[in-house]
DNA sequence: TTAGGGTTAG
């Protein structure tokens, strides 16, 4: 069976030529339906399912007994949502009919043009606008709006420079969410950056910054760029209790990676007693599983239950996601299978989870699933399995899907595909195949990426290679710390010290700093942090003591420190010692003390899990009876009796 | 005849 079988032709877009009679487009009400392939397609960034609406079933089947302009006007809005070419057909019976040759109706060519606009077809709305006899703040809107959001920022400007020309209409308040809708995700700054703050300016002086659609708008523009002070000014001049400015507020925080001040946004909205609605619990989702926060989560969880919200696929969606990144596959998976709103999204976020976690038969029987239910994998769905299969080191199935990717029509691979498949490759010790991947893909290979070869040359103890790329990266990033460390890595598994010792001397040199390693701990709503070695938490003294209790009894049953983990700066003779002090080891001794024995234990590290702790955590889950979940900056492991579910493999 | 905010990957 192909894994990417091409869509089957929808009833209401197969075949179809603008000559063909409109009617004969239509099926006809009695007939038979025609099994089509459910597609999701992206408008206005909203996921919508393209089959036949009943609005247009509606329209459809009044249009035979009564054409009229304003029937076709709700036509034109009805085929906005379901098919670009249906649009195109009614434009031109619209023309045959003489129902445009009015030159001073206006409701009909708008609504046309904002067919075009919305199908992101601009320069066809802009023909439908130039053959107006009279154009008004509507028709300049909808226009605007559909150059903003093709991408054509500079031409949405243009527009709206030339709207304020003309002295017959002036911008409203529909005009400045049309062309901020824009600009907000233009990246790299530069001129359209001090556009975004000369937009912000008229809106000022038109007295138009203090209307809750403006203000959301203008929000959204300055988060995108990360302007939390710019926010917070708009925020402050919108005199409402708008829930959607509140909800905007709440994700500028959480686009500029603030998540203290979502929560705390959270607590004032709720505090004024305005209602969360899906868009804020998807906010809060994504925000207490990015910090770990499980018990915050549940309680979100629990609010948005008694709230009475309507779900729908994008909250459930985040709150999917947001149990897999506390490390509860069990609640993902159950809040996937109880929801009823399925869509690509749901089985991307589910696959992604089951691959993180270790799971990729799982993860494999989901996308199966999803074919039979006849939702059609994305881009994003084959790079989440590609990952599973890199998680759990499955080479050959990786390649197979890939491969499928390259000889079919379909979705054609992007960087991200390629530099998965490589990381795959050099991860599973094939270091020459992940190479001769890189050289061969259509795309220039990125420092990270590089990055993560050299990684995997550390992991296999190819020092000839490693050696050559940390060579490439030192040029190109001559100032992050990550290539240095990799670099002296495979050093210290080689047991060549001193070398490692110059590598660490050639970043001092150079004034490089490491990240500091942190590890996390949840407990009763707190979170409890730890550094290397560190002795600043309130019970230190309890927690080391417990520690070296800890080592003793794993060390009785079998665990032999590797010291080749110990950092490259540390004496021969303490370099034993210096692994015992880790963060994730200090984290887990003070878990096991705050919590009645047998509980399952969630610890977060900021850095890749230490080879020498992942060893030290199986024991430690053999000792105490405890299930261990770890989540590092690529994965989850899950510590039962002695083992780990990444198979020692990651 | 027109409008603002949220979810997966990187």
């Given at each position: 069976m192909p894994v990417f079988p091409p869509p089957t032709p929808c009833a209401l877009n197969s075949?179809?030529?603008?000559?063909?009679d409109l009617f004969d487009a239509i099926p006809h009400r009695n007939a038979k339906p025609v099994p089509c392939r459910r597609r999701t397609r992206r408008h206005g960034g909203r996921t919508t399912i393209s089959s036949s609406s009943p609005t247009l079933s509606a329209a459809r089947d009044r249009i035979a007994d009564d054409p009229t302009p304003r029937l076709f006007s709700a036509l034109f809005k009805a085929a906005s949502s379901a098919s670009p070419s249906m649009g195109a057909q009614l434009h031109a019976q619209a023309v045959v009919r003489g129902?445009?040759?009015?030159?001073?109706?206006i409701i009909l060519p708008t609504a046309i043009l904002n067919f075009y606009a919305s199908c992101r077809e601009p320069d066809l709305a802009r023909r439908v606008f130039d053959a107006m006899a009279c154009t008004n703040a509507v028709t300049w809107n909808a226009l605007i709006k559909g150059y903003a959001q093709a991408g054509r920022r500079e031409e949405a400007l243009e527009l709206f420079l030339a709207m304020r020309r003309q002295s017959h209409v002036a911008p409203d308040r529909y005009t400045f969410p049309a062309l901020l809708s824009g600009i907000g995700?233009?990246?790299?700054?530069?001129c359209m950056q001090e556009l975004g703050g000369a937009v912000h300016g008229q809106a000022i002086k038109s007295g138009l910054n203090r209307d809750p659609f403006v203000g959301a708008s203008l929000v959204s523009m300055y988060a995108a760029r990360g302007a939390l002070d710019e926010v917070k000014v708009v925020f402050d001049d919108v005199d409402t209790l708008d829930p959607v400015v509140w909800s905007s507020l709440i994700s500028a925080y959480v686009n500029c990676k603030e998540e203290e001040g979502a929560l705390l946004t959270f607590y004032r909205m709720l505090c004024r007693d305005i209602k969360p609605r899906q868009f804020v619990y998807s906010s809060m989702f994504a925000v207490c599983g990015s910090m770990s926060m499980l018990e915050m989560g549940r309680q979100v969880h629990a609010h948005s239950l008694k709230s009475n919200t309507d779900k729908d696929a994008a909250m459930t969606n985040a709150l999917l996601t947001m149990y897999s990144d506390c490390g509860c596959i069990r609640d993902a998976l159950r809040v996937f299978n109880s929801n009823?709103?399925?869509?690509v999204v749901s089985y991307n976020s589910i696959i992604l989870a089951l691959g993180q976690h270790g799971h990729p038969k799982e993860a494999t029987e989901l996308y199966r699933q999803m074919n039979c239910a006849g939702l059609m994998p994305d881009d994003v769905t084959l790079l989440n399995l590609l990952s599973a299969f890199n998680h759990a080191g499955l080479v050959h199935e990786g390649l197979h899907i890939f491969n499928s990717m390259l000889d079919m029509e379909g979705i054609k691979p992007t960087y991200q595909h390629y530099a998965c498949v490589a990381d795959m490759l050099a991860r599973s010790g094939q270091i020459g195949e992940a190479m001769k991947t890189i050289y061969e893909m259509p795309f220039e290979a990125e420092a990270p990426l590089w990055r993560i070869i050299l990684g995997a040359c550390s992991k296999h103890r190819d020092i000839r290679t490693g050696t050559k790329i940390a060579e490439m990266l030192f040029e190109m990033e001559?100032?992050?710390?990550t290539n240095y460390i990799l670099l002296g890595n495979i050093y210290t598994r080689l047991g060549r010290w001193t070398e490692a010792e110059k590598v660490r001397n050639m970043m001092e040199k150079r004034g490089i700093d490491r990240d500091d390693a942190f590890s996390w701990i949840e407990i009763s709503q707190r979170t409890h942090r730890f550094g290397v070695?560190?002795?600043?938490?309130?019970?230190s003294r309890e927690i080391y003591r417990n520690l070296d209790r800890l080592i003793g009894s794993i060390k009785v049953a079998g665990y032999v420190p590797d010291?080749?983990?110990?950092?490259?700066?540390?004496?021969k003779d303490r370099r034993e010692e210096s692994l015992h002090y880790h963060c994730e080891k200090l984290a887990f001794a003070f878990g096991d003390l705050a919590t009645p024995s047998g509980d399952t234990l969630r610890i977060m590290k900021n850095l890749r899990v230490c080879g020498d702790c992942h060893c030290a955590y199986k024991y430690f889950s053999l000792i105490t009876g405890r299930e261990i979940i770890l989540r590092d900056n690529h994965r989850f492991h899950h510590f039962n009796k002695g083992a780990c579910s990444c198979g020692d493999y990651w």
């Open positions: 075949t179809s030529s603008p000559a063909r129902f445009l040759d009015d030159a001073g109706s995700r233009e990246q790299g700054g530069g009823d709103i399925v869509d001559p100032y992050e710390a070695d560190d002795r600043s938490h309130p019970i010291i080749s983990f110990a950092a490259h700066n540390i004496k």
